[in-house]
């Protein structure tokens, strides 16, 4: 019961957070939109949702479970980051570097979750995080 009240609370508060704070444009470009910086691999988007989130909205995607923060998030921050980052754009930095390393068939969906999955372990403290990304890099199953 208290991961969905978390949940509840956590939806609405990443999605103003999102809404409120980022100027929700098309991709212009190869590497930002017009106001909006696009990561360019993995680690990269690590650290612009560590410079983008409050420690608040940190904190409480800390206390939930990992599959909570990934399916209360999938229509909040994870539509933002497919939308301001360019992930359904074939010409995005991004796009290019999710399709080299994970196939041409990968969808901004799972671009976004594998985005979130890695943030969730980013903030919980995984030891391995960088092992997982280069094995994700190289293609591999990386879970």
């Known amino acids: 019961m208290k991961t969905i009240i978390l949940l ?13 704070i980022f100027n929700l444009n098309q ?9 909006q910086y696009i990561p360019k691999n ?8 560590d410079r983008l989130l409050s420690d608040s909205v940190k904190n409480e995607i800390r206390s ?7 399916n209360g998030t999938h229509f909040g921050l994870g539509m933002w ?29 799972f671009m976004s979750g594998d985005i979130l ?6 903030l919980a403290g995984d ?4 092992s997982k990304i ?4 190289k293609g591999k199953k990386w879970w």
């Open 134 to 137: 280069r094995k994700f890099e």
């Open 42 to 49: 993995m680690k990269d988007c690590l650290r612009q949702l």
């Open 81 to 109: 980051i497919r939308n301001n980052w360019g992930l359904w754009d074939n010409d995005s930095r991004l796009h290019k570097y999710f399709v080299r390393c994970r196939g041409q068939l990968y969808e901004p969906d």
């Open 127 to 130: 030891k391995k995080i960088k």
């Open 117 to 122: 999955s890695f943030y969730y372990d980013h």
């Open 27 to 35: 991709t212009t470009s190869l590497d930002t939109t017009e106001s």
């Open 8 to 20: 509840f609370l956590l939806f609405p508060l990443v999605n103003v957070h999102a809404a409120n």
């Open 64 to 70: 939930l479970p990992e599959s909570a923060f990934l």
